[in-house]
């Protein structure tokens, strides 16, 4: 059983930055593309930052420029570095699988708060 356990949100105002963490248990989180997705209330779960196992990204438009995936594999992490922010970047942030036809079960995300 794979568990994802997200860290590094809170408030923030709008143009600061914040830097997540995601943990992952078990030896397959290395040969799979991992992605952050974000939910806002009220909103459907996106996909906003996705990398390959190998360091490939790719950004929703929303988010290019701005934030940026990376991942250390012998540490089981990756991170998302976000960078000015917008009070539409607010919502609950997970990290999971991205090249699976179904995700492992989600952590508990963290919330990111970006106040005008």
């Known amino acids: 059983q794979v568990q994802l356990v997200e860290s590094g949100g809170g408030l923030v105002q709008a143009g600061g930055s914040l830097r997540l963490s995601c943990a992952v248990s078990?030896?397959?989180?290395?040969?799979?593309?991992m992605g952050w997705y974000r939910q806002a209330p009220g909103k459907q779960r996106e996909l906003v930052a996705v990398i390959s196992s190998g360091g490939a990204t790719n950004y929703a438009d929303s988010v290019k420029g701005r934030f940026t995936i990376s991942r250390v594999n012998a540490k089981n992490t990756v991170y998302l570095q976000m960078n000015s922010l917008k009070p539409e970047d607010t919502a609950v942030y997970y990290c999971?699988?991205?090249?699976?036809?179904?995700?492992?079960?989600w952590g508990q995300g963290t919330q990111v708060t970006v106040s005008s």
């Open positions: 078990g030896s397959i989180f290395s040969i799979n593309t």
């Open positions: 999971n699988v991205a090249n699976q036809p179904f995700p492992w079960s």
